[in-house]
């Protein structure tokens, strides 16, 4: 069945689809050409089948969270950079936006998988490698997977946190994330920024020193400990600390501005980030808020885009993370709430301050294949592929 044709004897429209998980997210998979060729006709779709708005999503196929509210569309690449182009949009629960302005590393791991089970690209042997270009932000990535006897394997040794047992690994090589929403890898050319967040009793300013920084994903990075926090705080005492939500959505508000991207009020990003010492054995301890609710694990780019300012110097990072070797390859173990995320960065030698090279290993797997039926009205006759 195609995404034009109804389901049979019913006001339902059914749309192929396949249910993936990449890395720690999930969500369906479609093809481009089985969606509306209008966004707005696209998005309503898309919220259609998650579900959205409803905090439970019990209409769709949203899983109640950000980390499950998300959704993937792939296509043959047409621009001559890649195999295949990959748009990712962020949905949210209670809400009816669709936003395909940032990157997702982890549903990005899911692109080669599922192309491969929708026949858009043939294995080619006992590995296969895709350039991927996301289009949300023009970034250019490749990803390799195991295909022995022509055939994708899921089942492996690897591990990551956030995600039971173990599966085949997926790697993913960033070939350019510097910037990939701002104009720059710091986009104030700083790497402190002093931002507002309040005034004393006498009119002087309080202020908290804080990186602004885009490797893959636009960040604020600030010490927990400049703002009264230890970093290393369960998330559901940092989800009922209001008080610290306040100041880290004003915060998140000017730092929008400054970094060029104007009013953030409604966007998922820049995403916050609280900074303390390792606690585990790994490089540097993360609390990211996505943006408004602490997240249980951190987003793959936004792991790249914290180890980075591990290795830059000068960032809010320096004192706080523990880095051993000289470089220029760095392996960044970045921990948070639910365990650790391993990135590796090489610095540029001609450049101390840039990153030649992002990488790192995921996992991912199809989980259901089939259609997802949506009510007709949600795609109306006009509105065609």
């Known amino acids: 069945m195609t995404a034009d044709q109804s389901h049979a004897a019913s006001d339902l429209r059914a749309i192929p689809c396949i249910v993936m998980r990449g890395g720690t997210s999930r969500g369906p998979f479609f093809l481009a050409s089985d969606l509306p060729a209008d966004v707005a006709a696209r998005d309503r779709v898309l919220l259609a089948a998650m579900g959205s708005p409803d905090a439970r999503q019990i209409d769709g196929l949203g899983g109640a969270h950000a980390l499950t509210s998300k959704a993937g569309i792939v296509a043959r690449d047409t621009s001559g950079q890649a195999d295949l182009e990959f748009v990712f949009a962020q949905l949210q629960p209670d809400a009816d936006t669709v936003d395909t302005t940032p990157n997702c590393g982890n549903m990005l791991a899911a692109v080669l998988p599922f192309a491969l089970e929708r026949g858009l690209i043939a294995p080619q042997g006992a ?10 932000t023009g970034m250019l990535c490749d990803i390799t997977m195991a295909t022995p006897g022509g055939a994708a394997r899921y089942a492996g040794e690897t591990r990551i946190d956030g995600v039971p047992g173990t599966g085949a690994p997926i790697v993913i090589d960033f070939l350019d994330t510097a910037g990939s929403v701002c104009a720059a890898l710091l ?3 700083n790497p402190v920024d002093t931002l507002p967040i309040g005034s004393k009793a006498g009119g002087d300013a309080v202020t908290v020193d804080a990186t602004l920084i885009d490797n893959g994903m636009p960040m604020v990075l600030i010490r927990a400990g400049d703002l009264g926090r230890s970093g290393h705080e369960s998330v559901a005492a940092l989800n009922a600390d209001k008080a610290l939500k306040r100041t880290l959505e004003a915060l998140r508000l000017a730092a929008g501005e400054r970094m060029g991207l104007g009013d953030v009020a409604h ?14 054995g790994g490089s540097i301890a993360t609390r990211c808020f996505i943006p408004r609710v602490c997240h249980d694990a951190i987003g793959v780019l936004a ?4 180890g980075t300012a591990c290795v830059l110097r000068g960032t809010v990072a320096a004192g706080v993370a523990r880095i ?15 365990g650790e995320f391993t990135v590796e960065l090489q ?4 450049r101390p301050d840039a990153i030649a090279r992002s990488a790192l290993v995921r996992t991912a797997r199809p989980i259901m294949r089939g259609e997802v039926l949506i009510p007709a009205s949600a795609w109306p006759p006009s509105d065609k592929p």
Request: charged share 15%; proline share 14%; glycine share 6%.
């Open 303 to 306: 792991a790249i885009t914290v």
């Open 267 to 280: 966007r998922s990003y820049p995403k916050m980030c609280l900074l303390a010492p390792p606690a585990a």
């Open 187 to 189: 986009p104030t050319g």
């Open 347 to 350: 610095t540029d030698p001609a």
């Open 127 to 136: 590995t296969t490698r895709a350039r991927v270009l996301t289009r949300n």
């Open 324 to 338: 051993t070797g000289t470089g220029p390859t760095h392996a960044i173990s970045v921990e948070h709430p639910t």
